[in-house]
């Protein structure tokens, strides 16, 4: 039988956090504090620029202070790190991002891990994921973060329920197990984390109560491989080729129409997931700015 499968929205919990944060903005503001982010750009990835422009857009909205470090395709590690560690000691930032993916020439790891553990807003330092899987997280990694709001938000329910992982990041798959996985409110969950080695990925996918799709491949995920009741997380962002004036539309990793009818509920894409991850990102630089 059919039922209404309900639209899980990031707008409306994007306000219900702003209104949490500009308490804090403005309690800050009275000891002359205003949360600033550094953001480092390495190289032309139309993506990249897309949610960089995005971030900087939010942060202005919010009366907090961004700056973005423009490199060229070309830039060196030894360039990126001396930024990054200038940046460390300044006041005038509480906290810094460097977007991801950097172009292959440049070892990702040594320089997001040369970013400080207390100026770390992405949560990807080994301190702070260090830190989130002994359960007292200080700086959790946005997208999961954000995913978990959107649940609370919407009143979907994590405890014992069997959450289903698709992709295994570091950005998202890997933080989503570990928060999901704690013994929190928004937890005790039973997690299985799938990847591209996965073998029978529809029978696993069928048997979740929650199923969160971080895989990067466009409608990896049809209305056969669900069941009846799952909510659904879609954090895909792809761009497709179409016959639009802009060449491509934006599409998850969820066939979306296929799930309609069959899932409890479904974010979409655009629209879903993706504000929330910049609005845990100003969460996350007002938080480093609080401790400071
Ligand atoms: N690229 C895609 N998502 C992210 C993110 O959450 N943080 C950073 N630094 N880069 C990204």
């Known amino acids: ?61 919010l009366s907090c202070y961004s700056k973005t470090f423009q490199f060229s395709t070309t830039a060196t590690e030894t360039e990126l790190i001396n930024l990054i560690q200038s940046l460390n000691q300044s006041t005038e930032f509480h906290g810094i991002l460097v977007q991801l993916p950097l172009p292959s020439h440049l070892n990702e790891k040594l320089i997001t891990n040369t970013v400080s553990p207390d100026k770390d807003v992405d949560g990807f330092h080994p301190m702070n994921l260090g830190l989130l899987l002994q359960g007292i997280p200080r700086f959790v990694p946005c997208t999961p973060n954000g995913i978990i709001e959107m649940l609370k938000f919407y009143n979907i329910t994590t405890e014992g329920k069997h959450v289903v992982i698709l992709g295994r990041s570091n950005i998202v798959g890997k933080p989503m197990f570990a928060l999901l996985v704690q013994k929190f409110k928004m937890g005790n969950s039973t997690v299985t984390v799938c990847h591209t080695k996965t073998q029978s990925l529809e029978k696993i996918t069928k048997q979740a109560d929650i199923l969160i799709v971080a895989s990067g491949v466009p409608h990896l995920v049809n209305g056969n491989m669900v069941k009846a009741g799952v909510h659904i997380i879609d954090v895909g962002i792809n761009q497709v080729k179409d016959d639009s004036v802009k060449g491509y539309k934006l599409t998850g990793d969820v066939d979306y129409d296929s799930v309609l009818g069959i899932a409890k509920s479904i974010s979409p894409v655009p629209r879903g997931v993706g504000p929330l991850t910049i609005t845990m990102l100003a969460s996350n630089t007002i938080q480093a700015a609080k401790n400071n």
């Open 1 to 61: 039988m059919q039922s209404e499968t309900t639209i899980l929205y990031g707008k409306p919990v994007v306000q219900h956090i702003r209104e949490r944060l500009k308490t804090d903005i403005q309690s800050l503001a009275t000891k002359g504090i205003i949360p600033g982010l550094a953001v480092i750009l390495v190289g032309e990835d139309p993506a990249s620029r897309v949610y960089v422009r995005n971030k900087e857009k939010a942060f202005k909205e």
